[in-house]
């Protein structure tokens, strides 16, 4: 007995070991099963999302992110990569630096990060998909499981990286439900962000005031870190700064992670200098020192430091920022920025020589960076305004066109380099004519120039056969001693001779075969017809250096050229005029006066008659009452009914926004109310007229603008889905009439016929036009005129009209199904 006893206990304790463990085993199983790669697989995706993001403050989720950005193409990519595996550490301290650049997530800026290939947007978006299919698996196959919050969590989470704001929603609505769950604060935090995400903006401020108290008292300061971050990125979006500033404030006075308070206050200095408080801004970037700031902060906020102190005029105290930031040794990854901003400051200083020698030095070893295209630009204006060398400075120019700078210095050094090719084209032109005049004087230049031209063509047809021959010879030599695989013996000396003399010849030859010598051309027209095309185009010289390129020496120095040499000619009233306001911007009224006064004397017929007596005040101008407007009369009005929408009157917004649209059709804002009305529609769930407004925008008239685009796909969803349900409908209605007349058919007398109801097809919906709408609009409820007796149902139709009221209630229970499921 006593021993049945002793195997009785150990086999009752298996089975009841057993029995309680399934919960563990099932868990086990879901874990490794599914949880883990899930788990696993959103870790790394959130870390590429994170560490892709251009600014932890940035409020809407950016979906054009890839990972090679827009402002740092392919090329520059590898040129970084490429510089990062060359520059190698000379002391310790340097090689601890870079190991701490690699390993930190750096959300702000991006580019400094190690030169693994980052997923595009589209990528991460299909692996979030993948994510949501296992964590779906748990949460309909192992429901009983411990991982189901965990799952919930993480779909939700992974629909919101995908902007599919409504699906994150329902998913952490769902994990709220659940109680005790460990997620409880998070999940939280996530419902408020994707509430502000969908402009539930009360619900989702409410909310993210619970987690910041909820945070603090239970001294989670990470949660409470990422609540308030989060409602700062709000304010900036909304454009709220001086709450921004306070929020930032009030954070750093309630943490102790250094790294965060070195962030808050580096963003503390950007906020300040975009709304203008300049000290104080200063005074942001200097605090940022006194944490711990991430190395990419750290430089951020000295080189703004330093910008900052030049643009105080504290110029000399810039530079000596700037030299130790060049002199420290922790930046030299970031070495061409501190060599621009340095440039800069010689170049404010004057100290022309010390500008060009480190701004040559960034635009030939950061080729493709935009510092060397920022480095092209300032050296094309230290040629053109301190050194008069234009055509070095077309040449930087240009390089600055072509690099990755960014578009606005692009776009004025595309315009410079604009306004220094008409510069030479007019000199050639005028280089030109002048040509002509020594001809027709010198015509013994003309025969002289003619034969020296002969001569060099020649030389140059005897020099390209001589080449095409000795080519085909060497082919011929180097066939043979492929064959007997020798290798010709070689004169250094004469091989060097035949260089040179070769080098020589082909310099003439290059001067015709790049145009620099053209063959003379005897003229055609007379010296007086010439002189006036010399008139003219050196009146057209300086003009453009006096309006386009601001010389006004230049300018001067053309039109007193005119008037000495060609006194008589057609431009002369213009060249006078010009020659006048020349006189003006240099305060010389006395002598501006005297040139209008010939004008007004001499030149009655000319078209600066008029003017010039204004300027001299003999003729009155015509006092005309001014009306100053904006760029767009509907701005003010766009901006109220904004405002309105913001403060949820939203009746009265849609009757603002509806007045813009009708009233300025053809203004910026009139799709933008359009899309404001269709939105606030779709918040009071409205959506029928949603999607009706939607249509507006996707009609021709709008459907090229970027609301157009934005809401053209789910509007035609919207309109498909709901053409494929009245169809459905349609054919039901049809089925069952065909039916009915089917029944009454043996009812019916051979010599009578029963007239077979007419079946309605349905209505092709075609967009409602545009000018159609605005009438529509505008009629008053006066006009409406009542039915007439003809018109009433008559009572053996009732029946019908009843059924079909129901088949209507049907469709539109359908219909609203469909769009809870597309809005």
């Known amino acids: 007995m006593p021993s049945t006893k002793k195997f009785f206990v150990p086999v009752a304790l298996a089975f009841l070991f057993l029995f309680n463990s399934c919960g563990l085993w099932r868990d086990f199983t879901t874990y490794f099963n599914t949880y883990y790669n899930a788990k696993t697989l959103f870790d790394r995706l959130e870390e590429e999302i994170l560490s892709q993001k251009k600014d932890p403050f940035e409020f809407r989720e950016s979906s054009t992110q890839t990972g090679q950005t827009q402002s740092q193409p392919y090329q520059q990519q590898q040129y970084q990569q490429q510089q990062q595996q060359f520059q190698q550490p000379q002391f310790q301290q340097q090689q601890q ?31 979030l998909t993948r994510v949501i299919e296992k964590c779906s698996r748990i949460l309909q196959f192992h429901k009983e499981s411990s991982y189901v919050d965990d799952a919930l969590f993480i779909t939700g989470k992974s629909f919101y990286y995908q902007q599919e704001y409504a699906s994150a929603q329902r998913k952490f609505l769902e994990l709220a439900s659940i109680q005790e769950s460990s997620y409880h604060l998070e999940n939280k935090l996530w419902l408020a962000k994707t509430y502000l995400q969908l402009r539930s903006f009360d619900e989702g401020l409410a909310l993210i005031d619970e987690v910041k108290n909820d945070a603090i008292a239970a001294k989670k300061e990470k949660l409470l870190i990422d609540a308030s971050i989060t409602l700062i990125g709000f304010y900036l979006y909304r454009e709220e700064n001086r709450k921004a500033i306070d929020e930032c404030n009030w954070l750093l006075g309630k943490i102790d992670d250094d790294e965060i308070s070195a962030l808050l206050s580096f963003q503390l200095g950007k906020i300040n200098l975009k709304i203008g408080n300049e ?29 900052l102190l030049k643009q105080l005029g504290r110029i000399d105290e810039s530079e000596e920022k700037l030299v130790d930031l060049r002199d420290r040794g922790k930046f030299n990854t970031q070495m061409d920025r501190i060599l621009v901003e340095l440039g800069q400051v010689y170049y404010d200083k004057n100290q022309y020589e010390k500008a060009v020698k480190l701004f040559k030095e960034v635009d030939s070893t950061y080729k493709f960076n935009p510092t060397s295209g920022m480095a092209s630009f300032k050296l094309g204006e230290i040629y053109e305004r301190h050194y008069r060398d234009y055509d070095s400075s077309l040449k930087y120019y240009s390089k600055a066109t072509s690099s990755f700078v960014e578009r606005d210095i692009k776009t004025k050094a595309n315009d410079r380099a604009r306004n220094f090719d008409r510069y030479f084209s007019l000199k050639k032109t005028i280089a030109d004519l002048n040509t002509q005049v020594i001809y027709i004087k010198q015509p013994e230049k003309f ?56 080098k020589e010849e082909v310099t003439l030859a290059m001067l015709i075969s790049l145009g620099k010598v053209q063959k003379p051309s005897r003229p055609q027209i007379s010296i007086d017809s010439l002189g006036t095309l010399l008139s003219q185009n050196y009146y057209n010289l300086g003009s453009h250096f006096f309006s386009e390129m601001d010389v006004p020496d230049s300018a001067y120095y053309y039109f007193k050229l005119i008037l000495e040499e060609y006194p008589q000619k057609p431009n002369t009233p213009q060249t006078l005029f010009a020659l006048g306001t020349y006189y003006e911007t240099i305060n010389e009224k006395q002598k501006a006066d005297s040139l209008y006064k010939i004008i007004y004397e001499d030149y009655s017929k000319s078209g600066l008659y008029t003017e010039a007596g204004k300027k001299l005040g003999l003729i009155k101008e015509e006092v005309k009452k001014t009306v100053v407007a904006t760029a767009d009369p509907a701005e003010p009005l766009y901006i109220a009914a904004e405002e309105r929408y913001y403060s949820k009157e939203f009746r009265d917004a849609i009757k603002a926004f509806r007045e813009i649209y009708l ?89 009578t016929k029963i007239k077979q109801k007419e079946v309605i097809s349905p209505v092709e919906k075609d967009d409602i036009p545009i000018r159609k709408l605005r009438a529509d609009s505008l009629k008053s409820k006066s006009d409406l005129k009542p039915e007439s007796d003809s018109l009433k149902p008559k009572p053996d139709t009732l029946l019908k009209r009843t059924e079909q009221k129901f088949e209507t209630d049907s469709l539109k229970q359908r219909t609203d199904s469909l769009k809870k499921k597309i809005f």
Request: proline letters at 4%; hydrophobic letters at 30%; aromatic letters at 10%.
């Open 97 to 127: 630096f870079q190991n701490v650049q690699q390993t930190q997530t750096t959300q702000q800026f991006p580019s400094q990060r190690s030169s693994v290939p980052a997923m595009s947007m589209v990528q991460i978006k299909q692996e």
């Open 279 to 307: 000290e104080e801004a200063l005074n942001a970037f200097a605090s940022v020192l006194k944490y711990s700031p991430t190395f990419e902060i750290e430089f951020e906020s000295r080189i703004e430091h330093a910008r």
């Open 447 to 502: 025969l002289r120039d003619s034969i020296d031209y002969d001569i060099a063509f020649k030389e140059f047809t005897e020099e390209n056969r001589r080449k095409s021959e000795m080519l085909q010879a060497n082919l011929q030599t180097q066939q043979v001693n492929i064959e007997q695989r020798q290798i010709p013996q070689q004169n250094p000396q004469l091989d060097l001779q035949n260089q040179t003399k070769r």
């Open 663 to 751: 009233n300025h059709p053809e203004s910026s804002y009139a799709p933008k109310s359009i899309y404001y009305i269709g939105l606030i529609h779709e918040e009071l769930k409205e959506y029928d007229s949603s999607a009706f407004y939607y249509g507006i925008l996707s009609t021709k008239e709008y459907a090229a603008t970027p609301l157009g685009k934005a809401v053209f796909a789910k509007y035609n969803e919207y309109k498909n889905e709901k053409d494929r349900i009245e169809r459905e409908e349609q054919l039901k209605r049809d089925s069952e009439n065909q039916k009915k007349l089917e029944e009454q058919k043996p009812l019916e007398h051979d010599s």
